[in-house]
C-alpha cells in the first residue's frame, strides 16, 4: 500500500519539490537585502534596546527614524507575505481534496477495496503518509519564512503577534496546512468529485481560518490593560511587538469618550478659548488614556494554541473521513 501511494502521488510531490525551489529562489534574495538593510541601519541594537523600560528617549527617536527608513523601503513586501499564507490552501486543494474524491469519481476504489486491502487500512495508510509529507513540507515551510519575515516583524510595532506575520512563522503553518489537508479529504468523502470538493475547502479553510485569527486569537490569555492620564510629557512605555487589541480614552467614570484615540496634552495647557485641553472633544477631568493589548513574549503561546487547535481540527477531521469511507458504495 505505501508503495502504491508513492506511486500515486510522486507526482504532486515532485511539483511541491519545484514549486519550493521556485518560491526559494525569489524570495532568499529578497531576505537577504532585507538582512543587510536591516544591519546596515542599526536596527539590531535597536531591537535590543527597545525592550527596555529605561530607554532614553533621543534613542528611541534615531531608531523609530530607522525604523520607518526601513519600512518605506520594504513596507510593500508586506502585501507578498499576504499572498503567501495561501500556500496551505493550496497544499489542501491539491493533495487533500482530490486524495478520495479522485479515486471514487474515477471507480478505482472498487479495484483496490476488492484486492484484500480493507477500507480502514487503505485509508490509514494513504492519510498517514500523505499526513507525513505534509508535515514535512510545512516544517520547512514555517522555517523559511520565519528566516524571511523576522526583518519586516521587528520593524512593525504589533511586531510576531500581527495578522499576517504571525500566520507565516513558527509552528503555525503545521497546524493549517494538517488542517487544509484533511478538510481536503472529508470533503472528498461527502461530495466524491474533485471540483466540488476543492471548493468546499476552499470557503472551508479561509471560512475557518479567518474565524480563529478574529475571534478566538485574541482571547487565546485575558488581555492586559494599560492605563495612563491625558496631562503628561509622554505616552506609556510598552514593549515594542506589544499587539494593541483596543485604545481609546475614557472619563472619569471608565465610559468610552473616544475610541481608537489618544489625547496627550502637556500639564496646565489650555486651548485658545481658554478650556482644558482635550475639553472641545469632549475630555473632561479625570479622564484617562485607555489600552488593551496582548504583550509581545505570548508569541509561542499563542502559536502553540493555534497550532493545537488546528491538529484537533484535521484528526476529527480524519476521523470523520474515514466513517464515511466505511460508508462508501
Given at each position: 500500500?505505501?508503495?502504491?501511494?508513492?506511486?500515486?502521488?510522486?507526482?504532486?510531490?515532485?511539483?511541491?519539490?519545484i514549486?519550493?525551489?521556485?518560491?526559494?529562489?525569489?524570495?532568499?534574495?529578497?531576505?537577504?537585502?532585507?538582512?543587510?538593510t536591516?544591519?546596515?541601519?542599526g536596527?539590531?541594537?535597536?531591537v535590543?534596546q527597545?525592550?527596555?523600560?529605561?530607554?532614553?528617549?533621543a534613542?528611541m527617536?534615531?531608531?523609530?527614524?530607522?525604523?520607518?527608513?526601513?519600512?518605506?523601503r520594504y513596507?510593500?513586501?508586506?502585501?507578498?507575505?499576504?499572498?503567501?499564507?495561501v500556500?496551505?490552501m493550496?497544499v489542501g486543494?491539491?493533495?487533500?481534496?482530490?486524495?478520495?474524491?479522485?479515486e471514487?469519481e474515477?471507480?478505482?476504489?472498487r479495484l483496490?477495496?476488492?484486492?484484500?486491502?480493507?477500507r480502514t487500512?487503505?485509508?490509514l495508510v494513504?492519510?498517514g503518509?500523505?499526513?507525513?509529507?505534509?508535515?514535512?513540507?510545512?516544517i520547512?515551510?514555517?522555517?523559511?519564512?520565519?528566516?524571511?519575515?523576522t526583518p519586516?516583524?521587528?520593524?512593525?510595532?504589533?511586531?510576531?503577534?500581527?495578522?499576517?506575520?504571525?500566520?507565516?512563522?513558527?509552528i503555525?503553518?503545521?497546524?493549517?496546512?494538517?488542517?487544509?489537508v484533511?478538510?481536503g479529504i472529508?470533503?472528498?468523502?461527502?461530495?466524491?468529485?474533485?471540483?466540488p470538493?476543492?471548493?468546499?475547502?476552499?470557503?472551508?479553510?479561509v471560512?475557518?481560518?479567518?474565524?480563529?485569527?478574529?475571534?478566538?486569537r485574541?482571547?487565546?490569555r485575558p488581555?492586559r490593560?494599560l492605563?495612563?492620564?491625558?496631562?503628561?510629557?509622554?505616552g506609556?512605555?510598552?514593549?515594542r511587538?506589544?499587539w494593541?487589541l483596543?485604545?481609546?480614552?475614557?472619563d472619569?467614570?471608565?465610559?468610552?469618550?473616544?475610541?481608537?484615540?489618544?489625547?496627550?496634552?502637556?500639564?496646565?495647557?489650555?486651548?485658545?478659548?481658554?478650556a482644558a485641553?482635550?475639553?472641545?472633544?469632549?475630555v473632561?477631568?479625570g479622564a484617562?488614556?485607555?489600552?488593551?493589548?496582548?504583550?509581545?513574549?505570548?508569541?509561542w503561546?499563542?502559536?502553540g494554541?493555534?497550532?493545537?487547535i488546528f491538529?484537533v481540527?484535521?484528526?476529527?477531521?480524519?476521523?470523520?473521513?474515514?466513517?464515511?469511507?466505511r460508508?462508501?458504495?
Amino acid at each position: 500500500m505505501i508503495w502504491l501511494t508513492w506511486r500515486q502521488h510522486r507526482k504532486q510531490v515532485l511539483f511541491t519539490l519545484i514549486g519550493f525551489a521556485v518560491l526559494a529562489a525569489l524570495m532568499i534574495p529578497i531576505g537577504l537585502s532585507m538582512r543587510h538593510t536591516f544591519a546596515d541601519l542599526g536596527l539590531p541594537d535597536c531591537v535590543r534596546q527597545m525592550t527596555r523600560a529605561d530607554v532614553a528617549p533621543a534613542t528611541m527617536d534615531t531608531c523609530d527614524a530607522a525604523f520607518r527608513r526601513f519600512t518605506n523601503r520594504y513596507g510593500s513586501l508586506n502585501l507578498v507575505a499576504v499572498l503567501l499564507l495561501v500556500l496551505p490552501m493550496l497544499v489542501g486543494l491539491f493533495w487533500g481534496a482530490p486524495l478520495v474524491a479522485r479515486e471514487v469519481e474515477h471507480g478505482t476504489h472498487r479495484l483496490v477495496w476488492t484486492q484484500g486491502v480493507g477500507r480502514t487500512q487503505w485509508a490509514l495508510v494513504k492519510f498517514g503518509v500523505v499526513a507525513a509529507a505534509t508535515v514535512t513540507a510545512a516544517i520547512c515551510y514555517g522555517l523559511g519564512m520565519s528566516w524571511w519575515v523576522t526583518p519586516l516583524t521587528h520593524a512593525a510595532h504589533e511586531g510576531r503577534l500581527g495578522v499576517v506575520v504571525f500566520d507565516l512563522q513558527g509552528i503555525a503553518p503545521i497546524g493549517y496546512t494538517l488542517f487544509a489537508v484533511a478538510l481536503g479529504i472529508f470533503a472528498g468523502t461527502l461530495w466524491r468529485r474533485m471540483l466540488p470538493a476543492m471548493a468546499v475547502t476552499l470557503a472551508g479553510f479561509v471560512g475557518v481560518r479567518a474565524a480563529v485569527a478574529i475571534l478566538a486569537r485574541p482571547h487565546y490569555r485575558p488581555a492586559r490593560t494599560l492605563t495612563f492620564p491625558v496631562e503628561g510629557t509622554e505616552g506609556p512605555r510598552m514593549t515594542r511587538g506589544d499587539w494593541i487589541l483596543s485604545s481609546g480614552v475614557r472619563d472619569a467614570n471608565g465610559k468610552l469618550v473616544m475610541a481608537d484615540a489618544q489625547v496627550v496634552c502637556p500639564p496646565g495647557v489650555r486651548g485658545p478659548s481658554g478650556a482644558a485641553c482635550g475639553a472641545d472633544l469632549g475630555v473632561g477631568p479625570g479622564a484617562y488614556n485607555w489600552q488593551l493589548y496582548q504583550p509581545a513574549g505570548r508569541f509561542w503561546l499563542f502559536q502553540g494554541i493555534e497550532t493545537g487547535i488546528f491538529v484537533v481540527l484535521a484528526l476529527l477531521l480524519l476521523y470523520l473521513a474515514i466513517r464515511r469511507i466505511r460508508r462508501i458504495a
